[in-house]
C-alpha cells in the first residue's frame, strides 16, 4: 500500500512489528467490545476532517487548552484506550523509534497517525456502530408543523426508536441491525426507510444518490471496494510530511 507520501511497513527497518502489534492490539480489544470497531472508525473520521489526519484529536486538553476531543462534536468518540495500549506496546518495543526515526526516512508519517490508519483495516462507516437518542430524538416527536415524526422515517421503525428512547438520551441505538458487523444491512435499512439519521436516510430519499444505495445493496464487493479506497484517501488527507509537525512521545501529549 502506498498513497501519496504513506507506505505501508513505514518502519520495517527501525521497528518490524510495528503492524503486527497494532494489528494485535486491535483484534485483542474488539475480542472484549466488538463495538469499539464502530469507536475507532469515527475516530479516525474525526480526527481527518480537522486540518488533515495528524492525530490531533488523540490530544488531551490542558489548563491553558481546550482539546478537540473536548469540543462538542467530538464528545461521544471512543476508542482512545486502543490507542493508548499500542502506543505503550509499540514503546516497550522499540523505545523512541517515533522519535528518531524521521532523519533517517526521506518522508515523515506521524507514529499516532500510523497507529489511526491501521486501526481503520478492521472497521467501517456507519454500517457499524450506533448513535444517542440524543443525536436522532428531533425526528420521533414536533418534527415539523406538519408531521409529529419524520415521514421518512418507517412508521413501525419509529415507534420502536421511541420505545427505544424512553431509557434516556444516551441510549443508543445501531445504525442497522448487525452494529458490528461491516455488511450492506445499512444499505438494506436505508432502502426500508429505516436510516437512524437523516444524514443516512437523505442519502435514499435524494434521487442523485439513491441509485448508490440500490448498487451497494445489490454488489456487496463493490461496497467494499469503494470503501477501502476511500478510506485510503481519507487517510491520506493532508498528512504532514518530513519536518512539519512532530512526531508525538506520547499520542496525548504535544512534545
Ligand atoms: C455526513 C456525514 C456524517 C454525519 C452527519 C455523521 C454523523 C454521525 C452521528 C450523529 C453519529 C452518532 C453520534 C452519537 O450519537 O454519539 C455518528 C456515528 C458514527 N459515525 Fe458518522 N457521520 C458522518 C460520516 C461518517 C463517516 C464518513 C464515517 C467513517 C468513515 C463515520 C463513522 C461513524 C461511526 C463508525 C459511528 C458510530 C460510532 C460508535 O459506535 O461509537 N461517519 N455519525
Known sequence: LSVGALTSNYYAATCPLTEFIVRNTVNQALRSDSTLAGGLLRLHFHDCFVQGCDGSVLIDSTKDNTAEKDSPANLSLRGYEVIDQAKQMLENQCP????????????????????????????????????????????????????????????????????????????????????TRFDVNYFYALQGRMGLLTSDQTLYTNPQTQFIVNGYAMNQASFFSDFQQAMIKMGALDVKEGNQGEIRMNCRQVN
Not at 147 to 168: E, K, Q
Open 96 to 179: 523512541g523509534v517515533c522519535y528518531d526515526s524521521r532523519g533517517s526516512m526521506k518522508r515523515g508519517c506521524d507514529l499516532c497517525l500510523l497507529l489511526l490508519l491501521l486501526l481503520f483495516v478492521s472497521a467501517g462507516a456507519h454500517t457499524l456502530g450506533a448513535a444517542r437518542c440524543a443525536s436522532f430524538k428531533k425526528r420521533l416527536s414536533n418534527f415539523d408543523p406538519n408531521n409529529d415524526v419524520d415521514p421518512t422515517l418507517d412508521s413501525n421503525y419509529a415507534r420502536m426508536l421511541s420505545r427505544s428512547c424512553t431509557a434516556g438520551d444516551d441510549t443508543q441505538v445501531g445504525f442497522d441491525f448487525t452494529r
